[in-house]
């Protein structure tokens, strides 16, 4: 195995993070931020009330990026860019809503190309598993995908093809203009900080959340999408957050995509049965056979990342997914007292 070479960027270097009022955002604003760097610009669509996390010390912008005037103010000065900013959501709001997705390509185009043209030195895509080929993934023991899956091209309609087209967006900037980009294919995201109800929402935190409102409410019943045979594998937010800065900043790996999730697969019903004993009850499945459900079987192949980055996201779903349910217990206790439930820092 030869070893990765790095290229760390400067502490005072001005850094874009755009999609900073989500929920990979903004743990990234506060990822780096901890690390030390002392200018970072977080952009966002939403008003600064509405963001998941506002970090002090961090400069705040509500700007919408599918514009490119938008870009062109966001990335002034920055030294590299990292593009969190999609309208995404779990398989409800995927499947829903293709053209809000397709749309996303717009926030892509005009900040890569803003990013070239004010001579960022790195440019980071949150691409994701949904690019992949849906073929491949008809069978809930199917096997994990590696890279070179993605093509013959089958993805996801809608939000897996935007993906696909950003990456290739991405590679010919570093191709033809030689600015150097980063992919990585996000394998379901978890943890505290993010979307845990109002429809785009995905499997962890919806699971956590239907069964503290069942034991809140004294229902007995759980409602599953499908048959509950799908099988994912989920990624816990610290490590998604670390391996987004691994990824950025090797050398070897610039407009390469590379899978960045874990290889641990669970099915929806061993996640619901996590979430039960989290949540101390045994509920009743009731399977809604006809909700969004996506593909029968993901799984993430991590023999590239082990390979080139001697490193893997590890941290396991029953550690990650206790934290999670805390954090949303938190929320929707504050909720119901009327408390707000965006924490705002500043
Ligand atoms: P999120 O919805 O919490 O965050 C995305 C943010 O982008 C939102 O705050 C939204 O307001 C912002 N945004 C949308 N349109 C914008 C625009 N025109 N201008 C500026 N901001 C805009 O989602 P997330 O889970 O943090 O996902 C971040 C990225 O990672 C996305 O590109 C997503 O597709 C990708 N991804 C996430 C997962 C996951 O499991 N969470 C999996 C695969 C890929």
């Known amino acids: 195995m030869t070893k990765p070479t790095f290229t760390a960027c400067g502490k005072n270097k001005l850094i874009l993070v755009a999609g900073a009022g989500g929920f990979i955002g903004g743990a990234l604003v506060r990822y780096l931020k901890d690390k030390g760097f002392t200018r970072i610009r977080a952009v966002d669509r939403k008003p600064l009330p509405e963001w998941y996390q506002r970090i002090a010390g961090v400069e705040c ?3 919408d990026l599918s514009k490119e ?5 966001a990335v002034e000065d920055a030294v590299e860019v990292y593009n969190l900013a999609a309208d995404m959501g779990g398989m409800g709001f995927i499947e829903r809503f293709r053209v809000m997705c397709l749309r996303s390509i717009l926030i892509n185009t005009h900040l890569l190309e803003a990013a070239y043209r004010a001579g960022v030195e790195r440019y980071f895509y949150a691409s994701s598993a ?8 008809d069978d809930p023991h199917c096997r994990a995908l590696k890279e070179t899956d993605a093509y013959p091209a089958y993805a996801e309609r809608g939000y897996g093809w935007e993906k696909l087209m950003s990456e290739m967006f991405c590679q010919e900037y570093t191709a033809e203009r030689g600015m150097r980009t980063a992919i990585a294919r996000f394998h379901n995201v978890y943890g505290p900080w993010g979307t845990w109800d109002g ?3 995905k499997a962890p935190a919806a699971m956590c959340r239907k069964v503290i409102e069942a034991r809140e409410k004294g229902l007995d019943t759980l409602e599953i999408w499908g048959d509950g045979s799908q099988g994912r594998s989920f990624m816990y937010i610290d490590d998604c957050v670390l391996g987004i800065d691994k990824i950025m900043h090797c050398n070897e790996l610039v407009a390469t995509p590379i899978n960045l999730g874990t290889s641990e697969m669970i099915s929806i019903n061993e996640l619901a049965t996590l979430a039960e004993e989290l949540g101390g009850v045994k509920l009743k499945r009731e399977f809604v056979l006809d909700a969004p459900k996506g593909v029968a079987g993901r799984n993430s192949d991590n023999t590239m990342i082990k390979r080139v980055l001697n490193w893997e996201p590890s941290i396991p779903i029953r550690e990650g997914l206790k934290t999670t349910y805390q954090w949303i217990e938190g929320q929707y206790r504050d909720r119901k007292a009327g408390r707000k439930t965006v924490k705002d820092l500043l």
């Open 199 to 201: 429809g785009r929402e």
């Open 130 to 137: 949904c690019a992949y080929n849906t073929k491949l993934q």
């Open 69 to 73: 005037a938008s870009c062109t103010r």
């Open 61 to 63: 912008l509500s700007l």
